[in-house]
């Protein structure tokens, strides 16, 4: 069964620190797709990066990056000088991919909530 | 209009009313998904639906009746609810391809339920 541990509940920076907000997942399958959604106040669930299981490489845009690592399992999410903008909930999900079957399911950590103060 | 658009984002019922929610995507995908998102707990998948029909109902309480009439359109019916289904509900859609992948799935704004 998939699983995605979101251990930090909440987290509060001043404005221009750098965040980190960690992301653990469990699968047995040796394919799947990692995601992260940023959950403004407003309530819309909004993408921010899909990545393939088989493609380690970091990325970056702008004052975000993220960090998969599959020997720890993880994909961590990095806000570089944060802005009270960034506030909002951060949620890290997992998906298998399709064999034959349908798989449409996204298995959601429990969110992570930011609060950036000025 | 853009992406993924719910109607209405608030909505306050009775437990004996029926009520509907909209949900419409302009992104030409051919998959939606109703999801439930309760406090404190991680998203729920209710329904999907690819290609106007209905894959996966996530044991669903009966009082919740979705409906898919064309890729573009989905619909939550809703009757005799309870308390406990106060919830953001949240609309999603993507784009189903092959077998051996998977697809992102844009969300929508969410409706606000109240049931009294």
């Known amino acids: 069964a998939q699983k995605v541990t979101q251990a930090q509940t909440e987290i509060s920076v001043v404005e221009k620190e750098d965040v980190t907000l960690d992301c653990v997942y469990e699968?047995?399958?040796?394919?799947?797709?990692l995601f992260w959604y940023k959950q403004p106040p407003s309530g819309e669930l909004v993408f921010l990066i899909r990545r393939n299981s088989f493609d380690e490489q970091n990325e970056i845009s702008g004052r975000y990056s993220w960090n998969f690592q599959k020997s720890t399992s993880s994909f961590n999410f990095t806000i570089t000088a944060s802005q009270v903008v960034d506030s909002a909930v951060y949620f890290c999900a997992l998906s298998e991919a399709r064999s034959g079957g349908s798989n449409y399911k996204l298995t959601f950590g429990k969110g992570t909530l930011l609060t950036v103060n000025p | 209009e853009t992406g993924v658009t719910q109607t209405p984002r608030h909505l306050v019922m009775g437990m004996t009313n029926k009520k509907s929610l909209k949900c419409e995507q302009h992104l030409g995908h051919n998959a939606m998904y109703w999801y439930k998102q309760s406090a404190k707990k991680p998203l729920e998948l209710m329904f999907v639906?690819?290609?106007?029909?209905?894959?996966e109902n996530n044991s669903v309480p009966s009082r919740f009746s979705p409906e898919c009439p064309n890729s573009s359109h989905l619909f939550l019916h809703l009757h005799t609810l309870q308390p406990e289904d106060s919830a953001l509900y949240l609309c999603?859609?993507?784009?189903?391809?092959?077998?051996?992948?998977?697809?992102?799935?844009?969300f929508g704004p969410g409706t606000r339920l109240t049931v009294l």
């Open positions: 999603a859609s993507s784009q189903d391809k092959l077998a051996g992948s998977t697809d992102t799935q844009y």
């Open positions: 699968t047995r399958d040796t394919t799947y797709y």
């Open positions: 639906y690819s290609l106007e029909e209905r894959v």
